[in-house]
């Protein structure tokens, strides 16, 4: 079995924020002003993790798919050891930076694979989105004249083991909460152009994940807000999460525990936009927020990537 995990990627060094910036923006280079700002964004949480999770997720992913190893080394144990290749082969691209999708197909082919799965580190789909990878690694399999059939994991928002795995962990914060029942569970996604959201599949998708945990918990008061609109003039779907915080103000919430439902793992827009941004709008209106921990490479998680990707291999026969 041959899988591609694809993420976000992020730059591994303050030099590569430029050219990675202007990955994002398709090629065109940010002004001075606008990399400035991000730069600053990345100074001021210290450095993106994210790299090295998804890294962490597809070892343990290969790790779950060929159950050679245990999720993680014995008690005592110093080091986990060599690692035995199985039949199972997870291979890595990331959208925005090295390894870049591209580069991991082009790994594949020179490996020989005839079939494989592609998942992504995001669990819904938007145009914006999972749409975008599924064209990086079509666009990737035409240059090199189609060398292995793909099949892609669409998306999963209410996987039950996802859905668990995010309501254990809401869980951990109610009981940090000291009135549980009169506080507001937010749980957000990234925002995307509203031009690239009219078909209302990403809201509905989020919207669903948020209801699957609040039913699981039978949490009184929750909603959805979105996060980490771009720097770019149109407009982008909303409340933000700073303005859903004024809102929850308004009404009388003392507590609001927040979940990124949108991000599996930790990186620039969890740490900035929920821990630093965030945290700063509700110190300034007297709030308390709690902000939920992160799947990362969690065995609870890669058990969920390990149940697709296996459903999905299925589908091939
Ligand atoms: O830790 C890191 O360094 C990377 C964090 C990161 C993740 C992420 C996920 C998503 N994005 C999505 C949509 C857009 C659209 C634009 C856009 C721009 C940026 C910029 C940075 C950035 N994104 Fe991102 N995104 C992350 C980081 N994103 C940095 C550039 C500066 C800025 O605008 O803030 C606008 C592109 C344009 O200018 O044309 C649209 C979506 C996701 C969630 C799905 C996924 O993970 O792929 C959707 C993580």
Known sequence: MNVLLMAYGTPYRQEEIEPYYTDIRRGRPPSPELLAELSERYHLIGRSPLNEITYAQAVRLEAALNASLPLYPQPFQSSPGPRVRGPARVYLGTKHWHPFIAEAVQAMAQDGVKQAVGIVAAPHFSSRSIAEYREKVEKALAELGHPFRFRLVEAYPEHPGYIQALAQRVLE???????????????????????????????????????????????????????????????????????????????????????????????????????????????????????????????????????????EWAAFE
Do not use: M
Request: aromatic share 10%; glycine share 6%; charged share 25%.
């Open 173 to 311: 914060q109610v009981w940090c909460l000291r009135e549980p029942g009169r506080a507001l569970f937010l749980f957000t996604a990234h925002s995307i152009p509203e031009k690239s959201a009219q078909d209302g599949i990403y809201q509905a998708q989020v919207r669903t994940t948020a209801e699957r945990v609040a039913q699981k918990l039978g949490l009184a008061h929750w909603d959805t807000a979105w996060q980490s609109a771009g720097r770019t003039p149109e407009p982008w779907i909303g409340p933000d999460v700073n303005e859903r915080l004024e809102e929850a103000a308004a009404q009388g919430y003392q507590e609001v525990v927040v979940t990124a439902v949108g991000f599996p793992s930790d990186h620039l827009e969890v740490f900035y936009d929920l821990d630093y941004e965030a945290q700063n709008t509700a110190a300034r209106l007297g709030l308390r927020l709690l902000r939920t921990r992160s799947l990362n490479a969690d065995p609870d998680y890669i058990e969920v990537l390990r149940d697709l990707v296996v459903r």
